[in-house]
Every structure is written in structure tokens, then in C-alpha cells.
């Protein structure tokens, strides 16, 4: 019997591999509209960042996110993912 390789994603804040449902993603589409993406089917660049406000802040603070996806993220993608991240801390 065959087992399924997870996929897993390197965090934009550690700079550390999870598997992929563990973490957080923000998606970049064709229009360069930023969104946080909680299916994490959405078409697009993603990047992800763990479910931890340390990397978070880590990850603003770099300004990491904005490096990945090459453009400026808007204040409501970062207040979706202090909530997202609130409900798992």
C-alpha cells in the first residue's frame, strides 16, 4: 500500500518546512490583487507563513511577504492573518 507524500511549504517568517494545511498562504492573482487565502485553492503566487505571531511580525518586519509576491500588501490581508492566527494560538 502506496502512502501519500504530504506536501509541504516553507514558512515566510522561520524560513522553516511544514506541512502545507499547517500553514497560513497569501495569494497574488492575475489582476495583483492580494488576498489571504483560508482554502488554499486559490489560482495565483502563493507564499505561506505559519499559524505563529512571531512570524508574522518576523515576516512584516523583513517585509518578506512583499518581497515573494513582489508588490505591497494591503492592511487587510495582514488583519486576516492576525485573525487566523489568533484562533489557533
Known amino acids: 500500500m502506496k502512502t501519500r507524500k504530504i506536501p509541504l511549504r516553507k514558512c515566510i517568517g522561520c524560513m522553516e518546512s511544514f506541512p502545507k494545511k ?3 498562504r497569501i495569494v497574488k492573482n492575475k489582476d495583483n490583487e492580494i ?5 488554499g485553492k486559490l489560482n495565483g503566487r502563493g507564499t ?7 512570524c508574522l511580525d518576523k515576516a512584516i ?3 518578506r511577504l512583499q518581497k515573494s509576491l513582489e ?3 494591503p492592511e487587510e490581508v495582514y488583519e486576516a492573518l492576525k485573525l487566523e492566527i489568533s484562533k489557533n494560538e
Not at 488576498?35 to 482554502?39: I, S
Not at 505561506?48 to 512571531?54: L, S
Open 22 to 24: 499547517e500553514l497560513c
Open 35 to 39: 488576498k489571504f487565502d483560508a482554502t
Open 48 to 54: 505561506y507563513i505559519c499559524k505563529k505571531t512571531d
Open 61 to 63: 518586519k523583513s517585509k
Open 71 to 73: 508588490s505591497e500588501i
